[in-house]
């Protein structure tokens, strides 16, 4: 007869027939039980440690509640300090979480940001200038058409431009001149017309 069981047969070790997890749901109730009992000591360990009443209210009971869950708790020593570690980090994540989070004076700066990107309009208006100041350019003689081009779109330089076209820097500089002074002259009437 088996002495721990009252039972005939083999010897059984105790606990062995146990439903899973009811130990681990008694080593929760009784963290539970030494939260409640140890309340304020807990706090004001943890007020100290973290700088904040609050925080450590907060804590303790997002500990109380994480106890309460489905989290398994196995076997633990020393109670006092398991729960103190972990509402100090529960406090933490908390505190990291909220260092990631805008505050309210910075969502209203970040809502009152102009937006550089262009609109419909600007878009329209821009396509509509390119189309403008391609009909401006087409009117110029090819080669200071060409010199406008190396200059203001390839960048080059005065004199890269006259080795280019077998020409002196002083017409470059001429054409040059007459070509700008086309595209402002024509490109700034037909904006005005329109």
């Known amino acids: ?8 047969g ?24 030494f939260l409640i009992d140890r309340y304020s000591d807990l706090k004001h360990r943890l007020a100290r440690r973290l700088g904040s009443s609050e925080w450590a209210e907060d804590a303790l009971q997002d500990t109380y509640l994480r106890l309460d ?3 398994a708790v196995g076997q633990i020593r020393n109670p006092g300090a398991y729960l103190f570690r972990a509402a100090f980090n529960i406090a933490l994540n908390q505190k990291r979480a909220e260092n990631r989070r805008l505050g309210a004076g910075d969502i209203e700066a970040l809502l009152h940001l102009a937006d550089d990107a262009p609109d419909a309009l600007r878009i329209i208006e821009s396509r509509s200038d390119v189309i403008k100041l391609k009909q401006v ?5 090819p080669r200071s058409r060409e010199i406008l081009c190396a200059a203001r779109l390839d960048g080059l330089s005065r004199q890269q431009i006259a080795k280019r076209f077998g020409v002196s820097v002083s017409t470059v500089e ?3 001149r007459r070509a700008q002074e086309h595209c402002v002259a024509r490109f700034g009437r037909s904006r005005k017309i329109t």
Do not use: C
Not at 1 to 8: S, T
Not at 14 to 19: I, V
């Open 10 to 33: 083999a010897s059984v070790r105790q606990g062995e027939n146990d439903a899973p997890g009811q130990e681990l749901q008694e080593n929760a109730s009784t963290l539970r039980a």
């Open 174 to 176: 001429k054409e040059l």
């Open 69 to 71: 869950g489905t989290e």
């Open 137 to 141: 350019m087409a009117e110029l003689p």
């Open 1 to 8: 007869m088996d002495k721990a069981r009252g039972k005939p």
